[in-house]
C-alpha cells in the first residue's frame, strides 16, 4: 500500500568529508536519514548499509548504538566510510562487494537501510564500470539494483527486523512494494517529497520523455521511502 506523506523536520545529517567519485549526501539521502529518525535505532541491534557511499547513513545508525555494517561495491567509497567513521568517532565494519555478496552465510540484521544506483539510464551509461555514474545509473528501468534488493534483503532480515530503501518514483514504487510483499514482508511508502530535477535528470530529460518515465510537464521528480517490516 502508499501511504499518505508524512511530515515533519528532518534531521541534520552528520558532517562528513565526501571525497571525488563518491556519492555526496543529497535530497534522498535526508529523507531516508528522516525515515531511520523517526523508526528509531535499538542499542545493540545489527544494522546493515547497503551502497554505503559516504558512510552517512551507517554513521548514523552506529551514532544510535547500532552495530553496523557498510557494504559498497566502490574501494574509494569504503575508504571515505572508513575517513568519516574515524572522524566520527564510530564504529562501522565496511566490506567490498556487489551488494549481499560479501556477508557472511546466515548473517541476519535487525536493520537494512539503503540508497542504491536508481536513476534510468540509456544503454550506453548503463554499461560503465567506473566513473561517478556509477553512483547513480541503474539501467533503463531504474531498476538494476532495486529488484535485486527486493529479491536479496528479506532472507537477511530478523523477525520483526525493518528494511528502509529509498528511490525515485521514477522506478516505480509499485512494482517494489509488490516484490518485497511478494516475499513476505509487509511493505508500504512511508516517506515521499519532490524535488527539482538535478543535472543528470535535465540531460536525460528527452530519453525519459521518450520511454514514458516523465510527462511534457514534469518539472520535478518524486522520492519516495519504501518501509518493508519482517512478521
Request: glycine share 10%.
Amino acid at each position: 500500500m502508499v501511504s499518505p506523506t508524512v511530515a515533519g523536520a528532518v534531521p541534520r545529517l552528520p558532517p562528513v568529508v565526501t571525497i571525488p567519485g563518491v556519492y555526496a549526501p543529497q535530497d534522498d539521502t535526508r529523507l531516508l536519514a528522516a525515515a531511520l529518525a523517526r523508526e528509531g535505532v535499538a542499542r545493540g541491534a545489527d544494522a546493515l548499509d547497503l551502497c554505503t557511499g559516504s558512510g552517512v547513513l551507517a554513521i548514523e545508525a552506529a551514532r544510535h548504538g547500532a552495530r553496523v555494517t557498510a557494504v559498497d561495491i566502490s574501494r574509494r567509497a569504503l575508504w571515505n566510510t572508513r575517513i568519516n567513521a574515524l572522524l566520527a568517532r564510530r564504529r562501522v565494519r565496511v566490506r567490498r562487494g556487489d551488494l549481499t555478496a560479501p556477508l557472511p552465510p546466515g548473517g541476519r540484521f535487525d536493520l537494512i537501510v539503503s540508497n542504491p544506483p536508481y536513476v534510468p539510464a540509456p544503454p550506453a551509461a548503463t554499461v560503465a564500470a567506473h566513473g561517478p555514474g556509477r553512483a547513480w545509473d541503474a539501467g533503463p528501468g531504474g531498476r538494476l539494483l532495486l529488484d535485486r534488493i527486493c529479491d536479496d534483503v528479506p532472507p537477511l532480515l530478523r523477525r520483526g527486523g525493518l528494511l528502509l530503501l529509498v528511490h525515485s518514483a521514477l522506478c516505480g514504487p509499485e512494482e517494489t512494494l509488490l516484490r518485497l510483499t511478494s516475499a513476505g514482508l509487509d511493505a508500504s511508502v512511508s516517506e515521499r517529497t519532490r524535488i527539482p530535477f538535478g543535472p543528470v535528470l535535465r540531460e536525460r530529460w528527452a530519453w525519459l520523455r521518450e520511454r514514458g518515465l516523465l510527462a511534457p510537464w514534469d518539472e520535478s521528480e518524486e522520492l519516495v521511502v519504501i518501509r518493508a517490516h519482517c512478521p
